[in-house]
């Protein structure tokens, strides 16, 4: 009887031996010694499988994460650390499917359909960390920045993932070493700068200039 597993597992091996997907559901299901019904019980075509696959690679890196001991005494940098290089970590052992499945997405501003559930848990995840990090005012509350700073998140995902499967370096080094910049660079865009310490005291300046004329010091 066909599964949810069984038929991924058909799949990744019919995709990545062949190079392309099944040309129907009907020829995958006979050379898999399954019913076309038995498969739309669980997938409603082969993009919901890599669409399933991707979303369950996320699920399950965040579900790790969270096991981990020190988890709870972890900055929002360091939980986002902790994601990028465990889902990283993940992927290596379905890198062959990964690289084809990403290959073969057309190139497009849009997020790709098969990304779409992946996006939605990344980002639940995100805005929770995001949340905490302005709590504890790790992060600066900017009005309306600070709603975008998971899309600042999942835009440096993309950019990871698509740098890993060009990366030829021992061990992925260059990825660990890419995730490490980009995250250290976002996180530091999250934060109070000297920047927004210019612009407050513009704005004090702007609501207070009349007082220093009151004083004797405007200019004549």
């Known amino acids: 009887m066909a599964t949810i597993e ?25 050379k898999n010694k399954m019913t076309e019904e038995e498969f739309y019980r669980f997938f ?14 996320a699920v399950r890196t965040i579900a790790e994460i969270k096991t981990q001991e020190v988890w709870g005494q972890y900055s929002a940098r360091e939980k986002a650390l902790s994601f990028f290089y465990s889902f990283f970590e993940l992927l ?22 098969i990304f779409t ?42 950019f990871v993932l698509n740098f890993w499967i060009n990366d030829n370096s021992t061990g992925f080094e260059k990825t660990d070493e890419a995730i ?9 865009l999250f934060q109070r700068s000297p920047i927004d310490n210019l612009f407050e005291y513009g704005k004090f300046l702007a ?14």
């Open 6 to 30: 069984s038929i991924q597992k058909a799949y990744i091996d019919f995709v990545l031996t062949e190079g392309t997907q099944p040309k129907s559901v009907y020829v995958f299901a006979k």
């Open 44 to 57: 409603g075509s082969f993009d919901a499988i890599e669409q399933h696959l991707w979303t369950n690679f």
């Open 92 to 113: 290596k052992s379905s890198r062959s499917f990964v690289v084809y499945s990403i290959k073969k997405q057309p190139k497009s501003f849009t997020t790709p359909v």
């Open 117 to 158: 559930g992946m996006k939605d848990a990344f980002e639940s995840f995100c805005s929770d960390l995001i949340t905490e990090g302005l709590e504890t005012n790790e992060l600066s509350e900017r009005k309306f920045f600070s709603n975008r700073y998971k899309d600042a998140l999942w835009v440096q995902l993309v």
């Open 180 to 188: 490490e910049k980009g995250i250290n660079v976002t996180f530091d």
């Open 207 to 220: 609501k207070n200039g009349g007082l220093t004329e009151k004083m004797g010091f405007g200019s004549n």
